[in-house]
């Protein structure tokens, strides 16, 4: 059973930070592409940032609305990603949620996804 925790959320001023950070535990073999979403009330969830694996080039990717102020790293060793958030602004208040793509080898993989941490941005 594989599981993901994430923490580092939190109550935090326009223009403030945060440092979020998920782990993975459990029946891992390999880890591929990681991610985090959000999800704020009455809205749709989100694709905020993902990166991908070494051997698949270690690249990273944004939404528009964050790219320059939001900043995606993994380590590989500890099973983490993290997700560094500066100049918050209200609009970025949601549930934030990371993922893992579990790689079991022979191209067999399968996602997990973390039960979330509040981000609340006051104005």
């Known amino acids: 059973q594989v599981q993901l925790v994430e923490s580092g959320g939190g109550l935090v001023q326009a223009g403030g930070s945060l440092r979020l950070s998920c782990a993975a535990s459990g029946s891992i073999f390999s880890i591929n592409a990681m991610g985090w979403y959000r999800q704020a009330p009455g809205k749709q969830r989100e694709l905020v940032a993902a990166?991908?694996?070494?051997?698949?080039?270690?690249?990273?990717n944004y939404v528009d609305s964050v790219k320059g102020r939001f900043t995606i790293s993994r380590d590989n060793a500890k099973n983490t990603v993290y997700l560094q958030m500066n100049s918050l602004k209200f609009e970025d208040t949601a549930v934030y949620y990371c993922?893992?793509?579990?790689?079991?080898?022979?191209?067999?993989?399968?996602?997990?996804w973390g039960r979330g941490t509040q981000v609340t941005v006051s104005s």
């Open positions: 993922s893992a793509d579990i790689d079991y080898g022979l191209g067999y993989t399968l996602d997990y």
């Open positions: 990166i991908t694996s070494t051997t698949s080039g270690g690249s990273t």
